[in-house]
């Protein structure tokens, strides 16, 4: 994909803070410049900056009206806490992406990571359960990923 300078990404931070209309190309945009940043292709892009965006974003009236886009954009504030160290706020956010959607193995996967890192063991095995629980057919957690999060939650002390 294309890289994205410093200043590009300011103008989409900008444009995001003061849209009263949030279209997707504009949510897609801020995800491939947080990825860019997150894998280390724009490191003097400040996290500062993402978290930032993330909490006006989810003030934006456009996203408050829209189920959908709210869940997008709480799960991509939780995932840019998590990566920042935040990993309360993280929680917090993809708790309620999960709210909206309950269905989302995603979001338990992401809980599952952030009480791990924490080495939170009956909070892992609390979000292990839920995930064993949704019936969601195993499209996009494996068995293998589910017995890999068993073996890890099992090894915190």
Request: proline content about 2%; charged content about 25%; aromatic content about 8%.
């Amino acid at each position: 994909g294309k890289g994205y300078s410093l200043f590009e990404a300011a103008q989409v931070l900008e444009r995001v803070r003061t849209s009263s209309k949030m279209d997707a190309s504009v949510y897609r945009t801020m995800q491939a410049v947080y990825l860019i940043k997150h894998n280390g292709q724009c490191p003097n892009l400040a996290e500062t900056a993402f978290l930032r965006l993330a909490d006006a974003a989810l003030k934006n009236p456009v996203i408050l009206n829209s189920e959908k886009r709210q869940e997008e954009w709480l799960n991509l504030a939780g995932n840019m806490h998590a990566a920042a160290g935040n990993t309360e706020t993280a929680r917090s956010f993809i708790e309620q992406a999960h709210t909206i959607n309950p269905n989302s193995s995603g979001y338990l996967v992401s809980l599952i990571e952030l009480a791990i890192r924490e080495r939170r063991k009956k909070l892992a095995q609390d979000y292990l359960f839920r995930l064993e629980a949704l019936d969601t057919g195993w499209d996009d957690v494996t068995t293998r990923q589910l017995n890999n999060f068993r073996t890890r939650v099992e090894e915190l002390h």
